[in-house]
C-alpha cells in the first residue's frame, strides 16, 4: 500500500480481554518495527522483524506481548489479560530493509497507530 | 547504550520566528538521524533523514544538521508558522548490534512541543 495502515484506530477493551492489534507495512518493506507511547512519554520500542523473524524482542513488557509476522508482510501485535498500564499508543513503522550488518540508510516511516484503553 | 535527548522539552515563540530545536546523543556509532513531527493523537510525520556520512538535509524552511562526533544535531525552522505547532522528535538508529544496545531500532527523544501563536 502507499503507507503503514493499523488497525482498528481505537480500542477500548476490559481488563482481562485479549486483544490483537494489525500493522500493514508499505509493500515490499521487509523490516517492521512496533513501538508505544504512553500518555506524555516518548517512543518506547517493542520488537523488530525482518522479514517474519524477530531479531530483537527486547522490548516486549512481559509474556502477555506476543506479535507475529506472515508472509514478509502483514504482524499482529497481540496482548493477553490486558491491564489498565496496557494503555497507550501502539504505533507501527516499516523500512525497506535492515539487517545491522550493511550500512545500508533507510528511514522509518510510521503508520497512524492504535489507540488503546483498557477499563 | 545509545541515549538521546532533546532540548528544550518546550518552546512558545511568535509567528515569523526561526527556531532552532536541539537533539544530542550519546553514541556517535549511529547510521542514520531521522527528525519527525507529531501531531497530538496522530501518528509520526517523517521530516528529515541525515546519513551518518552527511552533514545537513534541507526540505522547505526546515533544515537538519548533524554532527555525528560531537553527538548532535539541529532541526532550525525557518519563519515559523502557527501550523508548526506541533511536537518534533529527533530518532537516531544504532550502529549495529553490539555497540548499539539493540538491533538497529530506533532510539527516540523524548521530544520538543512546540507552539506558535499568531
Partial sequence: GAGVSQSPSNKVTEKGKDVELRCDPISGHTALYWYRQSLGQGLEFLIYFQGNSAPDKSGLPSDRFSAERTGGSVSTLTIQRTQQEDSAVYLCASSLFDTGLTRLNYGYTFGSGTRLTVV | ?118
Avoid: M
Avoid at chain 2, 520566528?17 to 507529531?38: G, K, P
Fill in chain 2, 1 to 118: 547504550k545509545q541515549e538521546v535527548t532533546q532540548i528544550p522539552a518546550a518552546l512558545s515563540v511568535p509567528e515569523g520566528e526561526n527556531l532552532v530545536l536541539n537533539c544530542s546523543f550519546t553514541d556517535s556509532a549511529i547510521y542514520n538521524l531521522q527528525w519527525f513531527r507529531q501531531d497530538p493523537g496522530k501518528g509520526l510525520t517523517s521530516l528529515l533523514l541525515i546519513q551518518s556520512s552527511q552533514r545537513e538535509q534541507t526540505s522547505g524552511r526546515l533544515n537538519a544538521s548533524l554532527d555525528k562526533s560531537s553527538g548532535r544535531s539541529t532541526l532550525y525552522i525557518a519563519a515559523s508558522q502557527p501550523g508548526d505547532s506541533a511536537t518534533y522528535l529527533c530518532a537516531v538508529k544504532g550502529d549495529g548490534p553490539l555497540r548499539s544496545g539493540g538491533y538497529n531500532k530506533l532510539i527516540f527523544g523524548a521530544g520538543t512541543r512546540l507552539a506558535v501563536h499568531p
